[in-house]
């Protein structure tokens, strides 16, 4: 199979430290991503982007070879029809409608893809399946509410969460609370229950926790907690979909085998946006700044005020609880979990840490750090995390059980 185009890897070099393309679906992760990298996609549209796309690959490739169900419908499809150009034609189809200021480069990419095959019917037969799709998929999303606009000003009494410094920005997407899942029935199906009163001891003890580790100028936080912080802070959909595609190339998964993975994965990892933007705006918490600096308000004699407390990162603009993070992480792991079994050992690298990589040896190994670099970076209580790994780990299991089911191979006497 040829490789992505050097023209492509200069546009990208980031793509250097990914571990080797293995086939077609594995190559167009690796332009989907570094898509989102060029335009700065949010994690929440982000996340929707990526499962279009591998939803949309999914279908195409699963409606010639009918190795797994499709997500939608099964396109027209002859025996001929070329697996690699649809799922070539299905990707570049989605992103080029979702990121059009993209559209040249995502050209290039496809141009490249499709001069490995070789010319004829079977090829664009292929290209037209990938295609449809595509168009499919796109149209099924159009109205999912990812447009919407809401304002959520949050509110004072203790406990509520409200702009936090330095931008004292407006809430983040509180509409996408409201977007339709890909998967799961409601969006609230998964909801997890409060996060902790202030007075309770479970507050007092994840308050001290972040008071102590997640200070920029913190003097417990070991040399390794801050690189973990670091090197976990990008958006959990880029570094996950790294994970699955290394763990692919070493299993040397076949293209309807990778084709179901990602589409699986990101469709979890979507709906792990919506869940846990469910719950954030139900509940409303105040972030770790907000509660460290005004600790004298919340009527708990064992969480002591610091008016100067700062953390390691500046802290995203929407509620504590549950942690996205945390949630995404754990719904990717459930996923692969069960496609592959826990055991795996990979390294990561980080588009934060260049140059600096991390060795796991299963995927729960790499969701606990995961959630755990939160508290690290002074931006989510333990509580947080807790929550958003046990609605994560619910939206993966879900998701794995009733979407691309692998079809029952006929036995003839």
Do not use: C
């Amino acid at each position: 199979m040829k490789r992505l185009s050097l023209a492509f890897v200069v546009a990208f070099p980031l793509l250097l430290a990914q571990p080797a393309a293995a086939d077609v679906v594995t190559d167009w992760n690796v332009v989907a991503l570094n898509t989102l990298r060029a335009v700065n996609a949010g994690a929440n549209p982000g996340a929707r982007a990526l499962a279009i796309v591998h939803l949309s690959v999914s279908d195409a490739v699963a409606s010639i070879d009918r190795k797994h169900e499709t997500y939608l419908r099964r396109q027209p499809a002859s025996k001929r029809a070329d697996p690699e150009a649809a799922a070539a034609a299905a990707a570049a189809s989605a992103l080029s409608a979702l990121f059009p200021s993209q559209a040249s480069t995502i050209s290039t990419a496809l141009a490249d893809t499709l001069s490995s095959i070789p010319d004829g019917p079977g090829k664009t037969e292929g290209i037209a399946v990938g295609n449809a799709a595509a168009a499919a998929l796109l149209a099924d999303r159009a109205n999912d509410g990812s447009a919407g606009s809401l304002a959520y000003p949050g509110g004072d009494a203790p406990g509520q969460w409200r702009p936090t410094p330095p931008a004292n920005a407006a809430a983040a997407q509180p509409f996408w609370a409201d977007v339709t899942p890909f998967v799961l029935a409601k969006r609230d199906q998964f909801r997890p229950g409060p996060p902790p009163q202030l007075k309770s001891l479970l507050y007092t003890l994840v308050y001290n926790e972040v008071k102590r580790l997640g200070a920029a100028d913190s003097e417990e936080r070991s040399a390794e907690q801050t690189e973990i912080a670091h090197f976990w802070r990008p958006a959990s959909t880029l570094q996950w979909n790294d994970i699955a595609r290394a763990v692919a190339l070493d299993r040397k998964l076949t293209l309807d085998q990778n084709a179901r993975l990602f589409g699986l994965l990101n469709a979890a990892i979507a709906d792990s946006r919506v869940a846990a933007w469910d719950a954030k705006y139900t509940y409303g918490f105040w972030r770790p700044i907000t509660a460290i600096t005004l600790g004298d308000t919340d009527d708990n004699p064992f969480t002591e005020a610091d008016p100067d407390f700062q953390p390691l990162f500046d802290t995203p603009n929407h509620p504590d609880y549950p942690s996205g993070h945390s949630t995404t992480g754990a719904a990717a792991a459930e996923v692969l979990r069960r496609f592959f079994g826990d055991r795996a050992t990979f390294t990561l690298t980080s588009d934060q840490l260049p140059g600096v990589t991390r060795s796991y040896r299963s995927f729960t190994e790499a969701q606990k750090e995961n959630g755990r670099s939160r508290i690290y970076g002074g931006i989510h209580f333990s509580s947080a995390d807790w929550a958003g790994q046990a609605t994560g780990t619910k939206v993966g299991a879900y998701t794995f059980k009733h979407i691309l089911k692998q079809r029952k191979r006929r036995h003839h006497p």
